[in-house]
Each structure stands twice: as structure tokens, then as C-alpha cells.
């Protein structure tokens, strides 16, 4: 089955700053790479997604990259505020029947005012 | 539309009894899957559900069961609890199609196991 991992399990920032989260995969017929934001005490939410046909995505202050050939992408925030602070969750999915999703370990983020 | 609501919030329990979690969404959606989360071990999948009256199993299926009967509820039960089995629970749901992979999770029910 899929493995994802993510690097590192807790980033400290000074506001203003960029904060950048790395993941790994091993299954190559994953296509589909979700990023999830959990604030304290509250339920995972979607903040970005990229599928295996586009190497880079942007948000506003949040982008993400993919390389399929080496199968890891990352999560980059620009100009880091306070509300960044929270656990950021990379995964992995494929588009088969059900979509699996398999998560990355967390990473906290703090953002220091 | 409520989305996806978990009941109970809390919920403590003595090491062998049983209790179901409740799990039920109003989007229409037809996959539904429980995950527990643990420190330092992100969202593990317990069982998932592809449509009313499907269901198979996760990373971490041991001690827990599930059943589907309608596509709007997707009730978690545990048949004897253990103290492992002390987490925070979330559900989740997703419309199918290769298209539609978000996720939508409830708010989470915090289980202890004394």
C-alpha cells in the first residue's frame, strides 16, 4: 500500500517569514496529493490540492510543487501570519475505485508573532 | 446543509465495554470513510465505505466494526474497548468521481479507554 512521509514534524517561523513542508510517496500510481490544515481542537479542512498532471499550484500565499519522477511535493507558505499556526497534513491518493487516502504524519506550524 | 456531524463529542468508556459512534452527512455524498487520530501518527484509516451496503476495511481495522445501511449514516462501532483504543475519532466523506477527491471530515469524537 501507499506510504507517505513528512518532514519535519514541527516548524517554528517568525511572522513574515516562508515556511516550507516536504512529503514523500511511494506508490506510483498516486495522482492526487491533498493538503489539510487542522487548527487546535478542530476537524482537518482542505487548503490546497494538485494532481499528478501539474507540477505547481498557487493560492494566494500557499502553493504547492510535485515531482512524480522523484515522488515528493511540498507545501510552501509565503509571508507567514499567526493563523498560520496549526497542523499542516500532506496525502496521497490514487484514482481508483474509492480513492485511498493515506496521510503524512503532521506538521506543526508556529508562527511567531 | 449540516455537512458531516459526529456524535458524541466526548465520550469515556471502561476497558471492555461497547459503544457506537455516530456519524451521519446530508451532502448526498456516497463515500464515507473513519479515521482515528493519534500524536505524532496523523489520520489512519480505520474502515471506509463506497455506497450503501458496502464497506471494507482500512490500515487499522482490528477491534472496530461497520455497516452502511443508508448512504447517510455510517456508524463506528467498538465491540470491547482497550485503552489502544483511546484516540480522537473523525469521519469524513467525499463525492465519488475521479474528479472529487476532497474530503469533508466531522468535527471529531475524543474517546478515552480507562
Redesign the interface.
Known amino acids: 500500500g501507499e506510504n507517505v512521509e513528512q518532514h519535519p514534524s514541527t516548524l517554528s517561523v517568525q511572522e513574515g517569514d516562508s515556511a516550507v513542508i516536504k512529503c514523500t510517496y511511494s506508490d506510483s500510481a498516486s495522482n492526487y496529493f491533498p493538503w489539510y490544515k487542522q487548527e487546535l481542537g478542530k476537524r482537518p479542512q482542505l487548503i490546497i490540492d494538485i494532481r499528478s498532471n501539474v507540477g505547481e499550484k498557487k493560492d494566494q500565499r500557499i502553493a504547492v510543487t510535485l515531482n512524480k519522477t522523484a515522488k515528493h511535493f511540498s507545501l510552501h507558505i509565503t509571508e507567514t501570519q499567526p493563523e498560520d499556526s496549526a497542523v499542516y497534513f500532506c496525502a496521497a491518493s490514487d484514482s481508483g475505485g474509492y480513492q485511498k487516502v493515506t496521510f503524512g504524519t503532521g506538521t506543526k506550524l508556529q508562527v511567531i508573532p | 446543509n449540516a455537512g458531516v456531524t459526529q456524535t458524541p463529542k466526548f465520550q469515556v468508556l471502561k476497558t471492555g465495554q461497547s459503544m457506537t459512534l455516530q456519524c451521519a452527512q446530508d451532502m448526498n455524498h456516497e463515500?464515507m470513510?473513519w479515521?482515528r487520530q493519534d500524536p505524532?501518527?496523523?489520520?489512519?484509516?480505520i474502515h471506509?465505505s463506497?455506497g450503501a451496503g458496502i464497506t471494507?476495511q482500512?490500515?487499522v481495522p482490528n477491534g472496530y466494526n461497520v455497516s452502511r445501511s443508508t448512504t447517510e449514516d455510517f456508524p463506528l462501532r467498538l465491540l470491547s474497548a482497550a485503552p489502544s483504543q483511546t484516540s480522537v475519532y473523525?469521519c469524513a466523506s467525499?463525492p465519488p468521481g475521479?474528479q472529487y477527491?476532497?474530503?469533508f471530515?466531522?468535527?471529531?469524537t475524543r474517546l478515552t479507554v480507562l
Request: hydrophobic share 25%; proline share 4%; net charge negative.
Open positions: 463515500y470513510s479515521y505524532g501518527m496523523g489520520l489512519r484509516l471506509y463506497v471494507d482500512g490500515e473523525f467525499s475521479r477527491n476532497e474530503q471530515f466531522g468535527p471529531g
